[in-house]
């Protein structure tokens, strides 16, 4: 009898450890560090960060390969990472902070520029191509997969033949501004409901809106 009760304390930590994991999420948001970018299309992921670190009442700090911060949203902790890696080597920060917090890869999320889509519309998947973006490339090597949660906030694609970097890396015009904080806000309810709800009725709920 003692044995099993021995038993039951040394299994206990673990059953609790996986379940503290489970409630843990990484949300990556994938710009370029720095001034020049700050307001540029492209970093929109930090953007989408900022704007729920501030809804949380929370700030970022300086860490390994990024800035950080951690909200709790209903017994969740969503562990905020904006990478100071630059775009280009966005997936070395998300695998690096996957481990050190043991975050499974269902519970990642990476937020995303996308010229595909509308100014606006946002859209999650749980699985795709790189669409030839920089950064989701670098994701998708880091981490050998095509299978992770991602989404993408439209930037549209108003730009002429060749002139696809000029657009993606310059500054959100008049009328983008004026709207930003109608999407940005549309944008946070999107990361509590994937770490509230799960992926599958986030989708549902939110795709196209």
Request: charged fraction near 25%; hydrophobic fraction near 35%; include cysteine.
């Amino acid at each position: 009898m003692i044995s099993f009760v021995k038993t039951l304390f040394k299994r206990k930590p673990s059953v609790l450890n996986e379940q503290d994991t489970m409630k843990k999420f990484l949300i990556v948001g994938l710009g370029n560090i720095g001034a020049a970018y700050e307001n540029t299309r492209h970093n929109i992921g930090f953007r989408v960060l900022d704007s729920l670190a501030k809804e949380e009442s929370q700030s970022f700090e300086t860490v390994k390969l990024g800035d950080k911060c951690v909200c709790k949203v209903k017994g969740r902790n969503l562990i905020l990472l904006k990478p100071s890696t630059y775009m280009n080597l966005s997936g070395k920060a998300v695998k690096y902070w996957m481990d050190k917090e043991k975050i499974p890869l269902e519970n990642v999320l990476v937020v995303t520029d996308d010229i595909n889509l509308p100014f606006g519309t946002i859209r999650l998947k749980t699985k795709g191509s790189d669409g030839g973006h920089n950064g989701l490339k670098d994701v998708q090597a880091c981490l050998n997969t095509t299978k992770y949660n991602r989404f993408r906030f439209g930037v549209g694609a108003e730009f002429s033949k060749g002139k696809q970097i000029d657009y993606v890396l310059g500054e959100w015009d008049e009328e983008e501004n004026n709207a930003l904080p109608e999407r940005l806000k549309k944008a946070c309810e999107l990361i509590r409901s994937f770490a509230l709800a799960g992926v599958q009725l986030t989708m549902n709920t939110f795709n196209g809106k």
